[in-house]
């Protein structure tokens, strides 16, 4: 039993923002800087809010326990059969049941250093062993503490059941390119189911990166995940997708739970994926504020990592906690990565405006 309890403890870990959110929005009421946990500042599409309102009429009903109509629309954008396609409660969901799945005691999960927080929970949670491969040097040149796809394919052994890449990566910011994720793949055997997290995938704009989708065909052995709480702004409705081949997505679908993915869910992600303009409006807007904050912070002389995101990782050269919690005071939440192993540096979100410029007001 305490064996399991550990388990199960520690996939808060990712998510905790370590202080008490409803308190402080009492306390510093709308000028409190919610920077913390990489939310997207402009909300979601009105015509998903509408499209989750009206379910809210019929939520006696049980939701479509095969999200068809969610599925269809998710197939026809991403040019994908339906078969390739699982739905989850968060892309955290999915990532954890994919270890559920494949991976046990005898077969060990790899990732990087600094990967996601949840891919050795996932490992735990199933009983199997998780390696973490060191990642890039904190001077590399475009991706610093960033995943080493060379030194991760060397650690892959036949009997590596899943390896866990972030593409971006959280908390890093980081990416490796379409061509480098494609060498790799070329690497790794055939039995190593080869997940890539694109949590971010909507914001990415560097020369080389787009998606690994396109190679789903030609490596059986892929798996992408992708959510909809970043750049549609549903993070508290839980809801991500993963597309694989139809082997893989048909054991996920014997694991899941029927009802994995509720109603409001279900619709409200159906109309964000149809409003194209508001996802330009919120890539742009990142876009823009990220190019912004990340100059007025390198002029304050901080160092700021290289990010494909919606927030930014900044190397204070020294223990964060000061750092944080002077901002902290003044009503500016921002995330110290003690957690992960890099206790020198904070992960801000790209938020609104007026959230970035109280944070620079602000700063120690
Ligand atoms: N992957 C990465 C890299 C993330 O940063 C996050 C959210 N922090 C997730 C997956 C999980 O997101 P969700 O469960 O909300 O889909």
Not at 182 to 193: D, G, I, N, Q, Y
Not at 298 to 317: C, E, I, M
């Amino acid at each position: 039993a305490a064996t399991l309890a550990n388990r199960a403890t520690s996939a808060l870990r990712a998510y905790d923002p370590g202080h008490d959110l409803p308190a402080l929005r009492l306390r510093f009421g709308n000028v409190l800087s919610e920077l913390g946990s990489n939310e997207n500042p402009l909300g979601p599409s009105p015509q998903a809010t509408r499209a989750a309102t009206r379910v809210l009429e019929d939520i006696w009903r049980y939701p479509d326990p095969l999200g068809a109509s969610l599925k269809q629309r998710l197939s026809g954008e991403l040019g994908l059969p339906v078969a390739s396609i699982t739905l989850g409660n968060g892309s955290h969901e999915l990532l954890m049941l994919l270890a559920q799945c494949f991976a046990d005691a005898e077969h060990p999960v790899v990732h990087s250093q600094y990967g996601f927080a949840v891919f050795p929970i996932a490992a735990a949670a199933a009983g199997a062993r998780a390696i973490a491969v060191r990642a890039l040097p904190a001077n590399h040149a475009t991706a610093p503490y960033g995943h080493d796809l060379d030194a991760i394919a060397t650690a892959v052994t036949p009997a590596t059941r899943i390896v866990y890449l972030a593409n971006p990566n959280n908390p890093t910011g980081t990416w490796f390119t379409d061509a480098e994720l494609e060498r790799f793949l070329a690497r790794v055997p055939a039995e190593t189911l080869v997940v890539v997290d694109e949590a971010y995938h909507e914001y990415v704009d560097a020369p080389g990166l787009s998606t690994a989708l396109h190679l789903l065909g030609r490596f059986p052995n892929l798996i992408v995940t992708r959510t909809f709480s970043k750049a549609y702004a549903l993070a508290g409705l839980r809801i991500g997708y993963m597309l694989s081949h139809p082997s893989v997505a048909a054991v996920a679908e014997r694991l899941r739970e029927s009802f994995n993915v509720n109603g409001v869910a279900l619709a409200a992600a159906e109309a964000a994926l149809g409003d194209h303009e508001h996802r330009a409006r919120v890539r742009e807007t990142n876009h823009r504020d990220r190019a912004w904050f990340a100059e007025e912070l390198t002029a304050r002389g901080l160092r700021v990592l290289p990010s494909q995101t919606n927030f930014l990782l900044v190397d204070l050269g020294q223990d964060a906690a000061a750092f944080e919690k002077h901002l902290f005071e003044r009503g500016v939440i921002v995330r110290p990565m003690g957690g992960y192993g890099l206790p020198h540096t904070v992960r801000i979100s790209v938020g609104s405006r007026a959230e970035l410029q109280r944070l620079l007001e602000n700063l120690p």
